[in-house]
């Protein structure tokens, strides 16, 4: 089997811990941090924003050691600075229009040509990279793969605040960003030539000026060998960033798998897999999703564990079956959007659901 090596990137916010509001890093923690972190650690458009990202590892318990490590010094050098680090898709009140943009040429163009759905798109992911063999067999997975990423998705929700109100949704992260272009369940393409030729297009067009402009639920990266998984808030325990990443990494080994023994799993149209999305965004683990085959709509936790099922088989040569078990865990105690809600419900205060979202990314570190 081939390794199916990981990268895994995190976007944090950065707390005052006085005010519980979001505020500028001015830089300090991703100045700080490149010292001993290097390139792992860069700064957003959002001053308040703080991305890491792990080195290339060959298995799930190096991706933990390497976030655990990632978290541990973002937090350390943020409490040098009189910050706090919180990990949601959101934060439950601050106000996108008092955010300050980080100076760069970069993010001064992306603003200038979106204007407030850029400055608006105040939202916190997880992007998790897996290594393929060539872009070809990457543009297949990819195909196969869309019809899980709600099930995935769903797991992730951890954004239910926005801008001081509960929204309803246990994942408002995916509305904001539905404002930008290209983004999204991507539509089906039949070849990585059909892939490179569409992005081709849109730079000629001057639409984009990069692959890096794609934003999509999932794509092929423009420029590594890697399947990128997109669609995840970011989760507030590390042990739920690397369930998900060990999801992920199991589903495409797993139709690799299919495909080199001329098996096909059948690629669902956008336009299904988008009814999924919604629900997962707005019910996250507690409502139920359409299932396809059987046309009809179904409970999460049984397609959950049909998912567990389905990837059962390459687990163990992966080497993470107490990583994706971990999925159990985040059935019996919610997601993080629940466990955000369940705080503001007890105390019906925002800023205690802050404290609460801070505490709980230092988990287990």
Known sequence: MPLFTLGIEEEFQTIDPITRELRSHMSKIVDGGRITLQERVK??????VVEVGTNICHN????RAEVTELRRHIIELADQNNLQVAAAGTHPFS???????????HYDS???????VARGNLIFGLHVHVGIQSRNEGIQILNAVRYFLPHIYALSTNSPFWCGRNTGFKSYRSKVFDKFPRTGIPEFFASANEYDEYIALLVKTKCIDSGKKIWWDIRLHPYYDTIEFRICDIPMRVDE????????QALVAKIHKLMKQNLNFRPYRKVLINENKWRAAR??????????GKQEEVPYSDLCGELLDFVDDVLDELGSRNEVAYINEILKNGTGADRQLAVFEKTNDLKSVVDFIVQET???I
């Open 60 to 63: 799930i318990q190096e991706a």
């Open 43 to 48: 700064a957003e458009m959002h001053q308040a």
């Open 362 to 364: 230092k988990f287990g």
């Open 241 to 248: 960033t690397i369930c998900l990443a060990a999801l992920m």
């Open 110 to 116: 992306l603003i200038e040509e979106m204007r407030d």
């Open 283 to 292: 019910y996250g683990i507690s409502g139920k999703l359409i299932d396809f």
């Open 95 to 105: 106000d996108w229009q008092d955010q300050l943009i980080t100076p760069s040429p």
